[in-house]
């Protein structure tokens, strides 16, 4: 079955420290694959996408995620948080032309000062 | 202004009662959709519909129904509320190509006792 998983469900960092997000996807081919953040009492804001081409993909807000065919993952990092990134973050995965989108369960994220 | 609106931003409401769930968007999108977010699974998908005339269920629809009365005005209904579907409902938008993000409104909060 199709699937998105994302393995942890808290995480807590040190502002400053560098933060990597988790995600694998279970699909017959290589879906489009994004990761969103809400922060508290927001909807959902893109942060990347990745459909083609160069493997790491540049976001906004200082986040970076690498598409890895071989692990089927698609995982986000920020080099030094900020307390601003407190929130949660969800991977999504959509299959090619069709644009709707599959969420992981989310990553709730702590920056501790 | 919001691109993507939801109204009410909070509701409670009692089992048994019907209530709407209304978003309005002002992207020019043809496509939107209806997620429920609840904790630990994500965001999960209730409707979509590409244009006005094109409605098509997602993966939880049982107890809720949809209208798409213009491009840009999407409701979402529960006929017969129940507890269980105490939840924040988000309302997205997305253009037509499938490679489209998708934009998110800020979310409406139901509680039903």
């Known amino acids: 079955a199709q699937s998105v998983t994302q393995p942890d469900i808290h995480i807590t960092v040190s502002e400053g420290a560098s933060l990597e997000l988790r995600c694998n996807y279970s699909?017959?081919?290589?879906?489009?694959l994004f990761w969103y953040v809400q922060s508290p009492g927001q909807g959902l804001q893109l942060l990347l996408k990745?459909?083609?081409?160069?493997?790491l993909v540049q976001g906004i807000k200082g986040f970076e995620a690498e598409f890895k065919r071989s692990q089927s993952s698609f995982n986000l990092r920020k080099p030094s948080v900020h307390w601003s990134d407190a929130a949660e973050y969800f991977c999504?995965?959509?299959?090619?032309?069709?644009?709707?989108?599959?969420f992981g369960a989310g990553t709730q994220v702590v920056v501790t000062p | 202004d919001a691109d993507v609106t939801q109204t009410p931003r909070n509701r409670i409401t009692k089992t048994g009662k019907r209530i709407m769930l209304e978003c309005s968007q002002t992207?020019?999108?043809?496509?939107m959709y209806w997620y429920r977010q609840d904790p630990g699974l994500g965001l999960r998908l209730i409707y979509y519909?590409?244009?006005?005339?094109?409605?098509n269920k997602g993966e939880i629809s049982d107890g809720y129904s949809v209208s798409r009365q213009a491009q840009a005005k999407f409701s979402l209904s529960l006929e017969s509320a129940i507890p269980n579907q105490t939840a924040l409902y988000f309302c997205?938008?997305?253009?037509?190509?499938?490679?489209?993000?998708?934009?998110f409104g800020p979310g409406t909060r139901l509680l039903v006792l």
């Open positions: 990745y459909f083609s081409g160069d493997t």
């Open positions: 519909s590409f244009d006005v005339k094109d409605i």
């Open positions: 997205a938008t997305s253009g037509s190509t499938g490679q489209e993000t998708q934009y």
């Open positions: 699909y017959g081919a290589t879906p489009y």
């Open positions: 999504a995965v959509a299959p090619f032309s069709w644009g709707k989108l599959q």
């Open positions: 992207k020019g999108h043809d496509r």
